[in-house]
């Protein structure tokens, strides 16, 4: 582990301090597990945003279903989409 000296404003300090009085954890841990979080969070987008649009697109497929972004002609989605709902 690394050690960061930071500053923060005092309303985050007061929230976290009663956060961590009512959860009975030191205020350290619960910074740590904030951060923690907020990094997988983090992660997760930059994984997204460095991922080809063709593949961002691929994961809208699975969800949607019908989209063909392959395809430049006009599409009538408005046909097909009981479908959508067919598959919530």
Known sequence: MKRYQLYLNPHSVSVLDETAKTIEMSMTRLIQRIVDRLAEEIS???VVKKTSREKQYAVLDKYAG???I???GKQNYSQ???EIYKMI
Do not use: H, M
Request: glycine content about 8%; cysteine-free; charged content about 35%.
């Open 66 to 68: 019908f989209i063909d």
């Open 70 to 72: 392959g395809s430049e």
């Open 44 to 46: 997760d987008i930059v």
């Open 80 to 82: 097909t989409v009981d």
